[in-house]
């Protein structure tokens, strides 16, 4: 079967550092990708990654380990309005996403 | 302002009543798609549309219906709803031709099957 897993829940503290991991079973790869969800909020996209390496963008950064089965996405000089759940999300072979259940981040101050 | 619109917002429903989501687009994304999201579950694709005239099934499409009549629409149909399809719905559209396959995602309907 297809899975992605990534820890439910996380604490950091505001101005820290924190990497969020991912790992993927899934019939082929064509991508993945990081979604930002503040709560009772939709989706938004935050990076994709198709080839091996790290992508920085401002404060995140997210990279990818295709051989491992392996990304994380990292969040630099935290912020309190960083508090929100972080889903990762695989492209299969069909280009069908394949949805982990999320990383709920909270931030103290 | 331009992007995805949902209705209802949340919406509590008896068993057994039918119920239609509604959805619409105005950034001539050719695909769309709808989700739910339950706790602790990751997103589940219930149906698809990669154009205009076109369904498909997603993991999860029992008890639910789609059409696309046009580009900027998708209804989603629950014919009898039941309890286990109390959840966030989110419906979601994508430019195929942005090789990413970013998706741009509704605000959520809520709907509570009593």
């Known amino acids: 079967g297809q899975n992605i897993d990534q820890p439910t829940e996380m604490t950091a503290t505001e101005g820290a550092i924190v990497q969020i991991n991912c790992t993927y079973q899934?019939?082929?790869?064509?991508?993945l990708f990081w979604y930002q969800q503040h709560a009772g909020e939709a989706p938004t996209f935050l990076s994709y990654n198709v080839l091996d390496g790290l992508e920085e963008k401002g404060r995140f950064s997210s990279f990818l380990s295709r051989s491992k089965g392996y990304s994380y996405l990292l969040l630099k000089e935290l912020q309190m309005k960083d508090s929100a759940s972080y889903l990762c999300?695989?492209?299969?072979?069909?280009?069908?996403?394949?949805w982990g259940a999320g990383t709920k981040l909270i931030i103290k101050p | 302002i331009a992007g995805i619109t949902q209705a209802p917002t949340s919406q509590i429903l008896a068993a057994g009543r039918r119920m239609t989501l509604r959805c619409t687009q105005d950034?001539?994304?050719?695909?769309m798609y709808w989700y739910r999201q339950d706790l602790g579950l990751g997103l589940r694709l219930i149906h698809y549309?990669?154009?205009?005239?076109?369904?498909g099934k997603g993991e999860v499409p029992d008890g639910y219906s789609v059409s696309r009549a046009n580009t900027d629409d998708f209804p989603l149909t629950l014919a009898s709803a039941v309890p286990s399809q109390t959840s966030v719905y989110f419906c979601?559209?994508?430019?195929?031709?942005?090789?990413?396959?970013?998706?741009?995602f509704g605000e959520g309907s809520r709907l509570t099957v009593l």
């Open positions: 999300a695989v492209s299969d072979s069909n280009y069908q996403l394949i």
């Open positions: 979601a559209s994508s430019d195929p031709t942005d090789n990413t396959g970013e998706l741009f």
């Open positions: 899934t019939s082929g790869f064509n991508g």
């Open positions: 950034m001539r994304h050719n695909a």
């Open positions: 549309s990669n154009t205009a005239g076109t369904t």
